[in-house]
C-alpha cells in the first residue's frame, strides 16, 4: 500500500488533510489526476518518496506518495516517463508562448493566464503516455487509443484491460461501440 499525505497553505494558514493508503494503481491515478494534471510540480522523487506541490491561485497543496521501492514503481517509472516529455515539450511552449505574446491588441491572450493553464492542457497527453509506458503498456495501438480516451477514462479502461486480459485499443474499441 502506498501512503498519500496532503496538506494545504492558503492565505497564510495550514491546512493539514490527513493522510491514507492506496493500492499502487490507485496511486498513481490520484498522482496523474490530482496533482501532475493541475500543474504539480515535482520537488522530490527518491525511489521510496515523490512530493509534488501544486499551486492554483493563493492555494499551495503538497502531496506526498510513499511506499517500498516495489509498490511505488508504478509511480516513480510514470514520473521519470513524464519529466522526460516535459523537457521536449516546454521548448515548443515557450516558442508558442513567444508567438502569442507577439500578436498586436492582446489577440494573443493574457501571458499570465495562458502560462497557468498551459501545464493543464499540454500535460493532459504527457500524463496519459507516461502512465501507460509506466504500467508496462508499450504497443503502439495500445498507446494511441489511449491517448484518445483522454485522462479521464484512461485509468477506468486500464483496470478492465486488467480484468478481461484484453488490449487496450480492444477496450477502447469495445466501450467506443
Known amino acids: 500500500m502506498i501512503r498519500i499525505t496532503m496538506c494545504r497553505d492558503r492565505d497564510g494558514e ?15 491515478r490520484t498522482m496523474v489526476e490530482a496533482e501532475l494534471a493541475f500543474g504539480g510540480n515535482i520537488t522530490e522523487a527518491t525511489g521510496t518518496r515523490i512530493t509534488i506541490v501544486t499551486r492554483v491561485f493563493s492555494c499551495v497543496d503538497t ?6 521501492l516495489e509498490e511505488m514503481q508504478p509511480l516513480n517509472q510514470a514520473v521519470y516517463y513524464y519529466l522526460q516529455a516535459c523537457e521536449r515539450q ?5 516558442g508558442i508562448l513567444a508567438d502569442l505574446a507577439r500578436l498586436p ?18 500535460g493532459q497527453n504527457r500524463l496519459c503516455r507516461s502512465s501507460m509506458l509506466a504500467l508496462g503498456i508499450t504497443d503502439e495501438h495500445d498507446l494511441a487509443a489511449g491517448q484518445l480516451l483522454g485522462l479521464r477514462n484512461l485509468f477506468a479502461a486500464i483496470e478492465l484491460m486488467q480484468e478481461t486480459g484484453m488490449s487496450l485499443a480492444a477496450v477502447s474499441a469495445a466501450v467506443a461501440t
Do not use: C, K, T, W
Request: no cysteine; glycine share 12%.
Open 14 to 28: 495550514h491546512f493539514d488533510q490527513g493522510s491514507r493508503e492506496e493500492q499502487p494503481l490507485q496511486a498513481l
Open 105 to 122: 491588441n492582446g489577440q494573443g491572450g493574457s501571458p499570465l493566464i495562458i502560462s497557468m493553464a498551459a501545464p493543464m492542457l499540454i
Open 63 to 68: 502531496s506526498v506518495f510513499e511506499g517500498s
Open 90 to 94: 516546454d521548448e515548443v511552449m515557450q
